[in-house]
């Protein structure tokens, strides 16, 4: 962090609807900055994505990753677009990459059903529903996902990977988090999801969970299969609190979660390292609404609302960290007067910006 609580932020746009949310974002970022004071935000915008790999043949080119390595955190709007892929047929995906090159362990994805917005879920307890998915996002499934191998057209094979130590740094983030949202009036349960009854890799991430959790007392810690939690997560979601599991159950969980906030536009996601962090809504490039204005901005406001919690955090900032509840809180109010397409009604991106922003300018509540 530079003099005057000044914050550089990697701003990576990427494709599709990516520019599309990433613009109003940084519009209200200025507004919450001016208006809590106390920290400044300075962007750097940056290049990567699809599009750029058609242009220039690179999707995430050296100077951009030295350049965001420098800054005090990335903010990401979404990347790959569906046309255009290596020419062994693999979608272009950076947002990966980075993960895997800042050591981003931890994706923290918070499934929060609002109370002014639609959710699949008919039953009453799922209104004000608050848990936290924790994806491990540099090993597991996607650990291979280089190397895969098709052998004469018959056979595809491909391999994966559990470590002790990125586990353990996992399990230890995902308990810290339990406490810091216990002490918030959450119920402080770590949920490990695995697939311990048939893979010795599982037995022993599932081994490794247990171990921890003894570290860590004052949490309650429970295991669960994934076919079980998918299951649970979808007819009594409220009984987790924190889970925590492997890369691709955690790809395929947090989409179930987006479902259940009502869809892709409305699911927030930050994945943190050691030292450095991306903040990313869930959601893709949407190939299918880029262009039309249609895009729900949500996830990309509440994940700078992350942003500017976690800076706060690592600095010891309280105006940062009051920021990001300011904007949360803002986003609420706004879904709450709002009915975006993708709801089905008829608010787009400009309108869900105006009300966030019309929010912000009334002040906290
Ligand atoms: P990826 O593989 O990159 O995660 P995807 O192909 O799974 O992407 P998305 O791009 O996330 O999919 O889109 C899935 C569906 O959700 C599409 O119908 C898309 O229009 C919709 N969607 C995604 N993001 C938003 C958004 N911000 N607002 C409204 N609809 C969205």
Redesign the pocket.
Known sequence: MAANSEFAVAVLPGD??GPE?MTPCLEILQAVQEQVGGFRLRFEQLEAGADLYRRTGDALPEETVERAGETDAILLG?M?LPGIRYPDGR?IAPQVDLREIFGLFAGVRPVRIFAGTPTPLADERARGLDLVLIRESTEGMFAGRNDGRISDDAVAEESWRITRAASERLFDFAFALARRRKAEGHEGKVTCVDKANVFRAFAFFRRIFEERAAQHPDIEAESCHVDAAAMMLVKQPWVFDVLVTENMFGDILS?LGAGLMG???MAPSADIGSERAVFQ?C???????AGTG????T?MFLSAAMMLEWLGERHDLAASRQAGRRLACAVESALARLR???FGGRDGTDEVTRKVLEQLAQGPD
């Open positions: 599709g609807i949310v979404a790959g979608e989409d869809g892709m536009g809504p959601h893709g490039t949407a190939p299918d609404i249609k895009a729900n901005p996830a975006t397409y993708e």
